[in-house]
């Protein structure tokens, strides 16, 4: 049995809404262990009082994930993988989204090296109020010599990303261990040959592991089952990746057959999965935008299906682009509407004389409408009003834009249209016309109804703005 509703969650609570927790109410309390914002160690009744010791235990159990997490790294930047509890994001959601590794190899010259790690622990793309990033450097020992790996994970270990150690060769693996035991790495990989000398090193180090045996599920699973057994909990699943043909096929196959038994119970094989989309580069694929795009193909099925960590190789931004948004997508919550704060904006460098515009705190809304602005130089006060993260035309169908909605907006950022511009005038959305004459009212301003569409504000700027008096 699993905890899935607050309501289950409470029934192992105190039940005395003494607020130590900084909630209101248990019930307050209980909705945030489902949805993973608090612990059972915020309620100190639960901790420490002995009478609750084991509904405390049976409560971590039951909210346990299905699926184990793993965290690769430490600090800021260490990546949760896995934890997730149901096969359709609609049916709860995804809680730790895909993590994206980008690989070098340790006989790189130095410069390169160096140039490469930078540039995948810079990348920063903006997109719908936060930066898309990528995740971590798996770092491939091609020269299979311990001395050069550990001179490689030493330089790359000094930007503080998450890191991945790809070798075969126990003695690469520990001495890439032995200059950065304390980074947490991911130990790539453990197969039917070296399992025993690999699987000594993650538990002298305390490291997550991979085990990897391509295309055989049952082998993949005596592997994982022998390691837990061995006490190493930390495990992450690689069933190998095929890039091409009924490799591919069978491949996609076993990410769904893996995942599907894991939610249903079989803690044997309950581990996050990788997804090696760099596979595409060694299927004989010679023109490089090609094999770029065959990888980006793989790590969108990946993604959607259910690869919790990936190797990839290809910089290029058609190819990380499409990428990062995609995870973005997938792993948004789609309980809970993308919003920004609801207050009074400056874009670009507004006074007095500047137009004063609303749009609703729908995010996706509120960046399209800033960017037409901010791109055509127009300098505005611009109202994002509480909708609950609905778009313009939905919110004022469904009331939850209205004339009090946008007084109570403009109220609560402490901006008044008499006082703080000289023309007392407010420009609203053409999806939102409907509320022209209500708005006069509530506000005691005038009311210019702009475009449909906020591309269009600037052609309709030089029409209208300054009003005339």
Partial sequence: MKINSPLEAYKFLPQTNCGECGHTTCMAFASTLIDRSGKTKDCPPLIKEKKFAKKLVELDRLLAPEIRQITIGVGERAANIGGDDVLYRHKLTFFNRTKMFFDVADNMDEAALVERVKSIADYKKFYVGHNLLLDGVAIRAASNDPAKFAAAVKKVAEVGLPMIFCSFNPEVLKAGLEVAKDKNPLLYAANKDNWKEVGELALEYNVPVVVSVFNDLDGLKTLAKTFAEAGIKDIVLDPGTYPTGKGLKDTFTNFLKIRRAGIKGDTDIAYPIMALPFTAW???IADPVSASYWETV???????????IMILHSMEPYATMPEVHLIDTIYTDPRTPVAVDSKMYKVGEPTADSPVLFTTNFALTYYTVESDLTSNGIDCWLLAVDTDGIGVEAAAAGGQLSAEKVKASFDSAGF?????????????????????????DALDTRVLVGPMDSGRLPGWMEKNWPPKK
């Fill in 282 to 284: 060694m299927a004989g």
């Fill in 298 to 308: 793989m790590a969108s099925i990946f993604t959607i299906k259910y690869g919790d």
């Fill in 416 to 440: 008044d249209l008499k006082k703080d511009v000289t023309h007392n005038t407010l420009v609203i959305p053409g999806l939102s016309a409907r509320l022209q004459g209500d708005l006069e």
